[in-house]
């Protein structure tokens, strides 16, 4: 995987739980911003949702390039 | 035929390793051979050779299949020219003495010493400008158990004290690509993949030796391949392999694969089976499992984090936001009835004074009226217009002014007289004063 989705699942992981942070700091949660909050927090586990569903591994045996580097 | 078939059946029962076939690229032949000659053999005198050639014929002959010797090294001299080391047998009087060469004894990845048992690989060769016989290993290993296990313990302790086995690093968050080294023929990779959960992973493997004397260069070339091409790709390498004696696990007990291991850029989990003695290149790699289940298992546990906080993140949030709604909720249902409360309460006040008030305007309107009346009536009995009709009359002087006595009214001025109905004008014709 390269870094860049990696990393994409780890900020949007990390934003998920700044809004959770947001919501235990609230002494009396405003209506307005905390429904701002709950649309970004649903955007962000509809992305993380898609990353857990069930996708096929790839498999790929290199053993042509092993060959050719042993000839080498 | 009835003896081939014995000889076949011979050979198929055999316990021997099959003999290498006799490579015949050059061959060096004696000065004098047998010749056939129409129906007649005629045998030729013993061939003569010079030192030279008689030592080449030999070695050619000793060069043309491979030969295992099992004895206990009793001298062990690593050189830059080689190792020597001396084989005798543990019972009996057998020596022999033998020569490795410096690049298969580097590549060898066994700590030899005095007082092993081992088994050498190679041919014999008479060292012609001495006209030494010695012994060529290509391969040594430790033969048996014991010997085994004390090789395992010395390179064990020596790898041990170079800190290899302190450094574990950390395996990267959401592993997604995988290099896999082992053998593709058997349950192994199967067992691996299957317990690997549906990630869309990309799974990149190097078939590989995972026993014999091969195993160990293919691995090292399979992680050194791996490293050189892939490190930017790949998040980790799994090297598995089932489980077996301490013989089978040679090759993962072997110091140039445990310092290849150790060498990766790419964080190594091993997957090693193994019954006792944990294999080298496992105590180095960054985690150690026993089973290539294990190894599938912490691929997945590297996607823990996902799998754990997004329902608990989506609780947290839509629960604390439903939380506040249902607060805000009965707010305002106790707001709503208490409005209405105090509404009721003002309609029931009003209601109880609406009479009271009706009441008392009412009086306000009476008296008022009343007094208008009075003041009516006052106004009325002190009206000019009554007393006019009455009989009185108002006197006004020639200039216009109210005449309140006679005092300033002569005979013979002009005065004005209102009375009821009218005016008229008349002159005083006598004045009387009291």
């Known amino acids: 995987m390269t870094d860049n989705k990696k990393e994409n699942i780890g900020q949007k992981l990390g934003k998920l739980e700044e809004i959770v942070k947001w919501f235990e700091e609230q002494k009396e949660i405003d209506v307005e911003k905390g429904l701002e909050k709950v649309k970004e927090g649903a955007s962000l586990i509809k992305e993380l949702r898609t990353k857990m569903k069930a996708v096929e591994n790839e498999f790929q045996e290199i053993k042509k390039d092993l060959e050719k580097s042993e000839e080498e | ?434």
């Open chain 2, 1 to 434: 035929m009835a003896r081939r078939t014995q000889a076949n059946l011979f050979s198929a029962q055999s316990d021997e390793p099959a003999k290498p076939k006799i490579p015949r690229k050059k061959k060096i032949a004696a000065p004098d051979e047998t010749v056939v000659t129409g129906r007649d053999v005629v045998e030729k005198p013993e061939p003569v050779f010079s030192v030279g050639e008689f030592l080449d014929y030999v070695n050619e002959l000793f060069r043309a299949r491979e030969y295992a010797v099992v004895g206990e090294i009793t001298e062990c001299n690593p050189h830059p020219s080689g190792l020597y080391f001396t084989l005798k047998d543990k019972e009996g009087n057998g020596v022999l003495s033998c020569y490795m060469n410096p690049y298969a004894y580097r590549t060898l990845g066994v700590q030899l010493e005095a007082g092993m048992l081992v088994k050498a690989t190679g041919a014999p060769n008479v060292y012609k400008p001495k006209g030494r016989f010695s012994f060529v290993a290509r391969q040594v290993e430790p033969f048996g158990e014991g010997s085994l296990r004390h090789a395992y313990e010395l390179l064990k302790k020596k790898l041990e004290a170079e800190g290899l086995f302190t450094r574990k690093r950390e395996l990267p968050e959401f592993i997604g690509t995988v290099g896999i080294i082992t053998s593709r023929t058997g349950a192994v990779i199967d067992d691996f993949r299957k317990n690997l959960k549906p990630l869309g992973l990309s799974l990149r493997m190097i078939d590989v030796r995972v026993e014999g004397a091969s195993a160990p260069g293919q691995i090292i070339r399979a992680l050194e391949r791996f490293n050189a091409r892939m490190a930017g790709e790949l998040d980790a390498i799994v090297l598995i392999r089932g489980g077996g004696s301490l013989e089978d696990m040679q090759p993962f007990n072997n110091e140039l694969v445990a310092r290849a291991v150790f060498a990766s850029h790419i964080p190594v989990i091993a997957g090693l089976g193994h019954d006792r003695d944990v294999p080298i290149a496992a105590l180095v790699a960054d985690r150690a499992t026993s089973t290539p289940s294990f190894a599938a298992a912490m691929v997945n546990d590297s996607w823990r984090r996902l799998f754990e906080d997004v329902p608990r993140f989506e609780d947290a949030v839509f629960g604390a936001y439903e939380d506040r709604l249902r607060d805000v909720a009965h707010a305002l249902g106790t707001a709503a009835a208490h409005l209405a409360g105090t509404f009721r309460a003002i309609a029931a006040r009003y209601e109880r004074h609406a009479e009271r008030l009706a009441e008392f305007f009412k009086r306000l309107i009476d008296q008022a009226n009343d007094r208008l009346k009075y003041a009516d009536r006052v106004l009325s009995a002190m009206s000019p217009e009554r007393n006019l009709k009455l009989g009185y009359s108002i006197l006004f002087s020639g200039d216009g002014k109210v005449l309140r006595s006679v005092d300033g009214v002569e005979k013979g001025s002009r005065v004005k007289a209102r009375l009821d109905k009218g005016l008229f004008e008349a002159v005083v014709d006598k004045v009387e004063k009291k």
